[in-house]
């Protein structure tokens, strides 16, 4: 069983920077990365890493601005958010699975398994 816990949200103004974390027990083959749900609409896929480096997978609308990685001794899995907008605020999510996944199912709520508490996100103008 993986659990996942998540840490970093707070409040920034726009143009500003956080960075998520999300510390992963039983972290082996794993494709892991971040969602997020704002009031009244889905929860989206941000970033994905695929285990075994297979492949990085990013959302049109974080793209340039947001970093995903991990870091394999420390079990660790991070989410740099660089110039931050008002549209993301949210509530991210942690995610993981077991195995890889493709470029065209990482985003599907579905295919992820365990899930973190979430972490609030909130980016004032």
């Known amino acids: 069983q993986l659990q996942l816990v998540e840490s970093g949200g707070g409040s920034v103004q726009a143009g500003g920077s956080l960075t998520l974390s999300c510390a992963a027990s039983?972290?082996?083959?794993?494709?892991m990365g971040w969602f997020r749900q704002a009031p009244g609409k889905e929860r989206e896929g941000v970033a994905v890493l695929a285990t075994g480096g297979a492949g990085t997978y990013y959302a049109d609308s974080v793209k340039g601005r947001f970093i995903v990685s991990r870091d394999n001794r420390k079990n660790t899995l991070s989410l740099r958010m660089n110039r931050l907008k008002p549209e993301d605020t949210a509530m991210y999510y942690c995610?993981?699975?077991?195995?890889?996944?493709?470029?065209?199912?990482?985003?599907?709520?579905?295919?992820?398994?365990?899930w973190g508490q979430g972490t609030q996100v909130t980016v004032s103008s």
């Open positions: 995610a993981a699975r077991v195995g890889w996944i493709s470029g065209a199912s990482w985003s599907r709520v579905s295919e992820y398994k365990y």
């Open positions: 039983g972290y082996t083959w794993y494709s």
